[in-house]
């Protein structure tokens, strides 16, 4: 059973930073994809920034050139680097691996943190 474990959300001031982590613990055959969705109140969830194949990346257009998608393999972790937050960047952060079995793609999520932006 995979499991992900974030941490790093908080209360920010617009224009701060904050770092965001997930650690993907138990057996993985092949990742397909790991990265960050959000959900804003009262909103749907969406993307925010992933790995896909290889080394690319798929960021959000209302985060680009502020966040930054990292992870280190060895560690199975990913975080995201976000800059210079807005208030519109409040949401319920959630991190999401996507992997492959072997026979099965599966999706799982994490348990959410709630990144709040304000003065």
């Known amino acids: 059973q995979v499991q992900l474990v974030e941490s790093g959300g908080g209360l920010v001031q617009p224009g701060g930073s904050l770092r965001l982590s997930c650690a993907a613990s138990g057996s993985i055959f092949r990742i397909n994809a790991m990265g960050w969705y959000r959900q804003p109140p009262g909103k749907q969830r969406e993307l925010v920034a992933t790995f896909t194949s290889g080394d690319n990346t798929n960021y959000a257009d209302s985060v680009k050139g502020r966040f930054t998608i990292s992870r280190d393999n060895a560690k199975k972790t990913v975080y995201l680097q976000m800059n210079y937050l807005k208030s519109e960047d409040m949401a319920v952060y959630y991190c999401?691996?996507?992997?492959?079995?072997?026979?099965?793609?599966?999706?799982?999520w994490g348990q959410g943190t709630q990144v709040t932006v304000s003065s």
């Open positions: 999401n691996l996507n992997v492959y079995d072997g026979k099965y793609n599966h999706d799982y």
